[in-house]
């Protein structure tokens, strides 16, 4: 039991732990003070001063997130003082804000907006800066558009980058008035290291940072009756929609989502858990093909450990980060990309239809897929395999601006073909999945048996630890993988970019002898993603994991290889696993890149 | 209330006695505690312009449990109108880098570094000769110490004790948040004392004479010597040191050129007295019984009547919007809107009645901004609005 101190809060005395900042105290007894630098995710900056208070005794005022409770301190969050202060600073905020709401993407989820609204400024006569700047917006990248003129300098997409991604990419550059934050050499997000995560924009208080969104494009597209527009949806797109839609936090909506999707006007909308689950098939046999080359055959051009390669984020990052390790990545392209090759394919084949005429839309918690799905070398079906990504965000939007009651919808099923999934495939959408999902299916493989965990639930790989150990021993598989008996196959599963920078450098110092490795870009894995609603937070990424781990347990199936779309697909346009087929169009190469 | 105190000159911090040796060789071999005792008992301040009690500082630090601690002398001399430092490690080196290394000393620390002010770049090789002959002689006693200098770049906010922190760190020089204090987190996270050059080669005097012969010097709350860089409309600018607790008028009667408007006591920073006010003015540090006293750095600036406070306030504020590191909002945005705001009033773009605004806004600079910088741009812009009003509207 850690000490406690007693403080005084607006008169009302309170016993906290030692430690605790004033903000924390104040929480927990019920007193709100504003905030706008202060991100739960992040380390304190105390920069932006909304959150001061008044400490009996002490003519300056504090910093209330970044300052300890001490011993019999009197702290006055209301006073004459602090009010006055605090529409001070919120109103030079808004006097350097481009303060140009109603054209702003961020209208109405911006923390500046309704700190504004509370104050009531009316009187808002300082000199307005914002037209003194010579701001551009940098629209360069696919992912992310930065407009300066937006921003509060509270950097929290600085801390973010550096601190969850070990990024870097943005930083703070000048000082004075000409102070803002900025990429190497104010080079365009997209020529810089930036991974198109877009953690920065889920941290942004306001419109400075936000995903590049293709919502009127979809729309157009919707509107010509020459066009097959199918979309998929990915796993954790079902567990965060909710919460922009008046769900609370960890709702599952996938038969709702469904339901809208097909209002919206889709002629098709299929899951992305079933290339998914086609993902385990092709990397689970690229992973025991692998063992076998280095086990049995000593074949030293194949690297192990072999790593995943579905978070777009996490490939960015390796290729600017460890460009001589991208042979360790398994050649699987993404579900998202597996999905987008075989619509203009396997799809249009079966469906009749000409792949000219198919749009192909994704439903993403994620900002870099829209990077992915513009890289040159995503053309294996000889058009751009996945012509529009939206994030889970731009998803709700459209569904509000169709008028869509989603809370009142009734559910509907995925449609045929490429729509139906496993367990196995839900739970990429949470750090940790893709390792389950690969290990239920490469251990029945081996061995014919179930994974020797109880109700298949892996449970070492789950949870919130940045980085995450399990190991599985095979004994006595079948006659085919009589060469991994005995072997006690090691893995590891990653999450955040900063954790797979230290599995990474463990790596590489030659102190881990991992075979397998889950990377995810985001904390949490996809369900953390840059492209969910906004706020995030740790508390809501444990709620939309344990929403996606209940949306698996509710699964019939809960193993890729059993899911009969798949066996479907092999038998009638694939063949066989890393076969001829599958190599041309599900499999793709890396291309190094610098970081300057 | 006046001090009616006579302009004393001293004259300890140039006289080169060259004796550090022993100055070095003796107080190592007293106890810590006795030396620590010796400067609280001398009531020596510290001389960068803030004014925390030096021997507390070193006290903090040495209580402070760690195996690494640092000594770091503050050269980043970067107050406008401050001159001095430059001319202490030009002078005497050798007193600067004996005192860190009885704080070093002290506090049980073995590495001590100097920050020194990116654009004093050419002290340095004579600064380094100085330091390798230091550290010969601390081999050959056996005394385990090593000084390095750290370049700045040129930002006045590493100056800040925590900027250059960060700054020695090879990172942004932002200030942190306060607490932790340095003396238990300083450089690299370890307990650190950084004191001013001149406040260091005070405590090489209370160590050369003992405590009593600085606390003889001054007046109540404000002990011993100064050195002032006076500069601006004087017939004599230079360096002085001079016994604090004078009066403001017998500083201008001797350094002025008989028609002084204002006084700039403490750089870009601190405040601006009129005229009618040198006679209740003295300077030193704020304590119960003094009236009203101003601490300073060293700076003196005086105006006379050919000079516009207008142009000296936007020049001060020019520099603040500059030199202000930008991570918090009373002071990045706050100074471009007093530097615009003062602009648009003369212009009459913004009507008088708007400097009483801004004035507002300089007070909840100082309340709220993150570090010293922000905080004291009200006494500039206070002082010289409220003494100066047409001045700043005709």
Redesign the interface.
Known sequence: MAKTIKITINGVTVEIEQGTSILEAARQTGVIIPTLCYHKDLC???????C?VEIAGQ???A?AC???CEEGMEIFTNSF?VR??RK??IE??L??HNADCTRCYKNGNCELQTLSSEYKIMTQ???R?VK?KNYTIDQFSPSIIKDDSKC??C?RCVRTCAELQGVNALT?A??????KISTFFEKAMNDVVCTNCGQCINHCPTGALVEKNYIEEVWDAIADKTKHVIVQTAPAVRVGLGEELGFETGSRVTGKMVAALKRLGFDAVMDTDFTADLTIMEEGTELLTRLKQVLVDHDPHVKLPMTTSCSPGWIKYIEHMYPDYLDHLSSCKSPQQMFGALAKTYYAKMRNLNPETIISVSIMPCTAKKFEAARPEMHDSGYRDVDYVLTTRELAIMIKQAGIDFMKLDDMHYDRLMGESTGAGVIFGATGGVMEAALRTAYELITGRDVPFENLNITPVRGMDGVKEASIKIENPLTDWAFLDGIELKCAVAHGLVNAKKVMDSIISGQSNYHFIEFMACPGGCLGGGGQPIPTSPEIRRKRAEAIYAEDEAMPLRKSHQNPEIIKIYKDFLGKPMGEKSHHLLHTKYTARKRY | MTTNYQLKRADFIFKNENDWKEVLSKNISHPPQKLINELISSELKGRGGAGFPTGLKWKLSAEAVDEIKYVICNADEGEPGTFKDREILSKVPFKVLTAMAICGHVIGAREGYIYLRGEYFFLRPELNKVISEFEYYCREINFDFTIRIFMGSG?Y?CGEETALFESMEGK?G?PR?K?PFPSSYGYMGKPTVINNVETLAHTYTIFKYGAKRFYDLGVQYSRGSKLFSVSGDTPKPGIYELELGMSLVDFVDEFGDGDTKAVQVGGASGFLVPRKRFNETAIGFQGKLTGISLPTGGSMMLFNSSRSMFNVLDNYLEF???????????C??????LL??IK?VKRGE?NAQ?LD?LL??TE?M?????CGLG?SVANSFSSIVENFREEMIY
């Open positions: 304190v900056a105390g920069n932006c001063r909304v001061v003519k300056r005022l910093a970044a300052t300890p003082k006055n202060s001070h600073i030079l905020l006097s350097e006569d300082f000199i800066l003194l509060v300098r950097q703070v000048y000082k004075g008035d000409r102070m | 930002a906010i942004r932002e948040n607490p603040f919007r500059e030199e202000s590191c930008g991570q918090c909002t009373p990045r945005v706050g100074c471009q809107q615009n705001g648009a913004k708007y605004k507002r806004l909840t100082q309340y709220t901004a993150k905080q």
